[in-house]
Each structure stands twice: as structure tokens, then as C-alpha cells.
């Protein structure tokens, strides 16, 4: 990453070029769980496009997997001195980064990076992101995610998820813009905030992201998003996988809610009040027929989105989009209102 003046010397003052982070100053976690198919390529992409690496320590934190995980890991160790691996008995994402983060920084440890298992970085991703961590002094740096798909299904996934009707206009879905946002995919945190914060709350099981950045901004911090580190990811493959994941991140998001004390975004309650709706016309049509206009409205939507998806990509892989969007937002509406609804008291 090229050098970035300060803003004196923006302003023509003598202010001295920002200097690259030293490789020795991150850390960098790695949660596993049964990755044999791929820890080897995530690891082998995230050691390779910048020289500074070599001092940086990477601790895969593996949750007890049964498959061959460990094995590879440990093999890898003799071709790369930096590499690590410690258990995390509790499993979760959550504790594996706060186990890194408490029991494997040193002095010199100043910036720590989030890396998934399941995903293939960008040459140079760790630096990239421990840089701009130094060059914008925000609390957290997080980057936008660019959804990609093999199968039919994936791709219809891939190019509705990323439009309003799929995520709803999340800042990290697909974004452009870097700048400070609220929330966003977690790559790098300044460790002294990570841990004066608590890091992960470790009951959530999911959305322990979103969770930590309510904290972030509570505190006064600032979250950057920059726009030009970008992941790509394979969204889920089927639709019961796909409804799992986001009735998942809607019970996580309502847990937040509640725990915090704040309110939803629109974007947030639209999913919610369209699945009241649904119900409230199928239940209400059994005395007022016309109440089904809803729910034919609803349908007719998706199917013209899946249309239109289909068309702009030239792919009858598109006429699944609907699907897939309509997946999405019951799976997370059901999910947040149960745990709103129904789910114990927050601490």
C-alpha cells in the first residue's frame, strides 16, 4: 500500500509520509471447524503479496474439528515458521478470535485481523487491512463483500443478495464507498479497543459482529469501511441452508436489539412487517377473501425481480432469485421475532 501523507502535509505543511505498518505489530486469528477442504488454500492466500508477512503471526484457533483440519495445519507449520495452532474448546467464532486476541499477542501487537477459513484472501489482504487500520486510526476496519456462485442456485443468490431486495442496502453488501459506517464484515480492529472492549461476546452464535460494533460506536469509536479491500464469498447453495443461515442472523440481530436497547432500521423492520402481513392475510382471507391481494402481490414481486435478474444476466439461473429473496425475508423475520418475542432477557 502505497505511503499516505498526513493531513498537514496535505495542507502543504512538512508532516512525514504515514509509514507501512510493520509486519510484527498483527496478529492475525483464524477460527476453524472441520476445514480440511479449505484451510490450506485460505492460509497459502493469506501468506503470499506482501514481504512483511513473515513477521506476522498467524494462530489458527480450531474448535475441536474431526476431520483432517489439525493435520494440515500442523504441516504447514513446517513450511511456515509464523503459523500457529491452539484449541478453542467453546468453539464458537466468537471465543476462537477472543482466545487469539487474550492468550497469543505480545508486546509489539497493536493491530489484530479476522480471517475465515472457508474463504480465499486477496494477495496482501492482512497488510492491506492492518495499514489502513494505521492510516485512518479508526477503532475497526471493515470491507464490502462481492457475492459469487457456482451453482444455479448460488448465482441467483449471488445477484439478488446484493441489491436492496436481497440485504437491503447493507453498506458491506457489494458497497462502493469507503467512509464510517455503523456496521460492516470485520477484517481488522485495533487490539488495545478489541480488549478494552471485551472482545466477542461469546453467547452470541451469531451476529457477535454486529454485537461488537454497537459497542464500538457506544464507546465513541469509529468503524471505516474501505471500499477498495474486497472479499469475494459463495453464498449458501441450497434453500434450507440459505433459510437457516439468515433466520440465524435475524435471532442475532434482535438479540442485539434487546441487549442494547435499540431500535430497528426500516430496512430492518420490512422483512418483519411483511411476514405479519402474510400471516395476517392468509389468516384474515378466511372471512375477507380480497385479503389474499397481499400475498399476490408479494409472489408477483419476487417473480418479476426474477425476471429481471434472469435478464440482466443472461442466465435462466436468474429465475431463482425470487426464491432465494423471499427465503431471506422470512427466514430472518421468523428468526428475529421469535428471539425478540419469545427469547430470555438479555444481560
Same mark, same amino acid.
Given at each position: 500500500?502505497?505511503?499516505?501523507?498526513?493531513?498537514?502535509?496535505?495542507?502543504?505543511?512538512?508532516?512525514?509520509?504515514?509509514?507501512?505498518?510493520?509486519g510484527?505489530?498483527?496478529?492475525?486469528?483464524?477460527?476453524?471447524?472441520?476445514?480440511?477442504?479449505?484451510? /490450506?488454500?485460505?492460509?497459502?492466500?493469506?501468506?503470499t503479496?506482501?514481504?512483511?508477512?513473515?513477521?506476522?503471526?498467524? #494462530?489458527?484457533?480450531?474448535?475441536?474439528?474431526?476431520?483432517?483440519?489439525?493435520?494440515?495445519? /500442523?504441516?504447514?507449520?513446517?513450511e511456515? $515458521?509464523?503459523?500457529?495452532? @491452539?484449541? &478453542?474448546?467453546?468453539?464458537?467464532?466468537?471465543?476462537?478470535?477472543?482466545?487469539?486476541?487474550?492468550?497469543?499477542?505480545?508486546?509489539?501487537? /497493536?493491530?489484530? @485481523?479476522?480471517?475465515?477459513?472457508?474463504? *480465499?484472501?486477496?494477495?496482501?489482504? @492482512?497488510?492491506? %487491512?492492518a495499514?489502513?487500520?494505521?492510516?485512518?486510526?479508526?477503532?475497526? %476496519?471493515?470491507?464490502?463483500?462481492?457475492?459469487?456462485?457456482?451453482?444455479?442456485?448460488?448465482?441467483?443468490?449471488?445477484?439478488?443478495?446484493?441489491?436492496?431486495?436481497?440485504?437491503?442496502?447493507?453498506?458491506?453488501?457489494?458497497?462502493?464507498?469507503?467512509?464510517?459506517?455503523?456496521?460492516g464484515?470485520?477484517?481488522?480492529?485495533?487490539?488495545?479497543?478489541?480488549?478494552?472492549?471485551?472482545?466477542?461476546?461469546e453467547?452470541? $452464535?451469531?451476529?457477535e459482529?454486529?454485537e461488537?460494533?454497537?459497542?464500538?460506536?457506544?464507546?465513541?469509536?469509529?468503524?471505516?469501511?474501505?471500499?477498495? @479491500?474486497?472479499?469475494?464469498?459463495?453464498?449458501?447453495?441450497?434453500? $434450507?441452508?440459505?433459510?437457516?443461515?439468515?433466520?440465524?442472523?435475524?435471532?442475532?440481530?434482535?438479540? &442485539?436489539?434487546?441487549?442494547?436497547?435499540t431500535?430497528?432500521?426500516?430496512?430492518?423492520? *420490512?422483512?418483519?412487517? &411483511?411476514?405479519?402481513?402474510? #400471516?395476517?392475510?392468509?389468516?384474515?382471507?378466511?372471512?375477507?377473501?380480497?385479503?389474499?391481494?397481499?400475498p399476490?402481490?408479494?409472489? $408477483?414481486?419476487?417473480?418479476?425481480?426474477?425476471?429481471?435478474?434472469?435478464?440482466?444476466?443472461?442466465?435462466?439461473?436468474?429465475l431463482?432469485?425470487?426464491?432465494?429473496?423471499?427465503?431471506?425475508?422470512?427466514?430472518?423475520?421468523?428468526?428475529?421475532?421469535?428471539?425478540? #418475542?419469545?427469547?430470555?432477557p /438479555?444481560?
Open positions: 500500500m502505497a505511503d499516505d501523507a498526513s493531513p498537514a502535509a496535505a495542507a502543504g505543511g512538512t508532516s512525514a509520509p504515514t509509514l507501512p505498518v510493520a510484527a505489530s498483527v496478529l492475525v486469528a483464524v477460527p476453524t471447524f472441520n476445514e480440511e477442504d479449505h484451510i /490450506e488454500g485460505c492460509l497459502r492466500s493469506l501468506l503479496g506482501d514481504q512483511r508477512l513473515k513477521d506476522v503471526r498467524i #494462530v489458527v484457533a480450531d474448535g475441536q474439528s474431526a476431520d483432517a483440519t489439525c493435520k494440515i495445519v /500442523e504441516r504447514l507449520q513446517g511456515f $515458521s509464523n503459523l500457529s495452532l @491452539i484449541n &478453542n474448546p467453546k468453539r464458537l467464532q466468537s471465543a476462537a478470535v477472543n482466545a487469539v486476541a487474550r492468550d497469543c499477542s505480545s508486546p509489539q501487537s /497493536e493491530y489484530l @485481523i479476522r480471517c475465515d477459513a472457508h474463504s *480465499i484472501y486477496p494477495p496482501g489482504f @492482512i497488510m492491506q %487491512v495499514d489502513a487500520l494505521k492510516k485512518t486510526s479508526a477503532d475497526s %476496519v471493515v470491507v464490502p463483500m462481492d457475492a459469487v456462485g457456482e451453482t444455479c442456485f448460488q448465482k441467483a443468490n449471488a445477484w439478488i443478495v446484493d441489491t436492496p431486495l436481497g440485504s437491503g442496502g447493507s453498506a458491506h453488501r457489494g458497497g462502493r464507498k469507503s467512509g464510517d459506517i455503523d456496521h464484515h470485520h477484517a481488522g480492529f485495533r487490539l488495545a479497543r478489541f480488549n478494552a472492549l471485551g472482545g466477542y461476546d453467547t452470541f $452464535s451469531h451476529n459482529d454486529a461488537y460494533d454497537q459497542r464500538v460506536t457506544n464507546a465513541g469509536g469509529r468503524i471505516y469501511m474501505d471500499a477498495d @479491500i474486497r472479499l469475494a464469498y459463495a453464498p449458501r447453495a441450497t434453500v $434450507s441452508a440459505l433459510a437457516r443461515q439468515y433466520y440465524n442472523y435475524g435471532r442475532g440481530r434482535a438479540r &442485539n436489539m434487546r441487549k442494547h436497547g431500535r430497528p432500521r426500516l430496512r430492518q423492520m *420490512i422483512p418483519v412487517l &411483511n411476514l405479519l402481513g402474510l #400471516v395476517g392475510a392468509f389468516a384474515g382471507s378466511l372471512v375477507f377473501p380480497w385479503m389474499l391481494a397481499y399476490a402481490f408479494y409472489v $408477483s414481486a419476487l417473480l418479476a425481480a426474477s425476471v429481471l435478474v434472469s435478464a440482466r444476466h443472461g442466465s435462466l439461473c436468474g431463482l432469485s425470487g426464491a432465494a429473496s423471499g427465503t431471506m425475508h422470512t427466514a430472518w423475520a421468523t428468526g428475529f421475532l421469535r428471539q425478540f #418475542v419469545f427469547g430470555p /438479555e444481560r
